[in-house]
């Protein structure tokens, strides 16, 4: 069975930070590029950050660019999301996904997403 495992959500004060990480488990990550997703309380799901199979390129959403970093271990099987200077707005789910393309973080079509993770929860309060 194909799953993306996500875990290192939390609660953080907001400036804190936090490292996401997405595991592969039935499937090797090498081939797809990988997106990361979040979901806020009565908001919908956007794309956060994006990278590509051989981690190469990444872009981000403009809400986001400089504060976070996506990377990945294709030994591990595994991508992070590294979050810092984290801000109340940045509370929601945070989803990771395989992509059978690489593309634009906040325009990802559904139709290249293979496999969604469960998602964890990131709380950014004071």
């Known amino acids: 069975q194909l799953q993306l495992v996500e875990s290192g959500g939390g609660v953080v004060q907001p400036v804190g930070s936090l490292r996401l990480s997405c595991a592969g488990s039935g499937f090797t990550l090498d081939y797809y590029a990988i997106g990361w997703f979040r979901q806020a309380p009565g908001k919908e799901r956007e794309g956060v950050s994006c990278?590509?199979?051989?981690?190469?390129?990444?872009n981000y959403a403009d809400s986001v660019k400089g504060r976070f970093t996506i990377s990945r271990d294709n030994a591990k099987n595994t991508v992070y999301l590294q979050m810092n200077n984290l801000k109340p707005e940045d509370t929601a789910i945070y989803y990771c996904?395989?992509?059978?393309?690489?593309?634009?973080?906040?325009?990802?079509?559904?139709?290249?997403?293979?496999?969604w993770g469960q998602g964890t929860l990131v709380t950014v309060s004071s």
């Open positions: 990278i590509s199979s051989s981690g190469g390129s990444t």
């Open positions: 996904a395989a992509l059978k393309f690489f593309a634009l973080a906040t325009r990802i079509p559904s139709s290249y997403v293979e496999v």
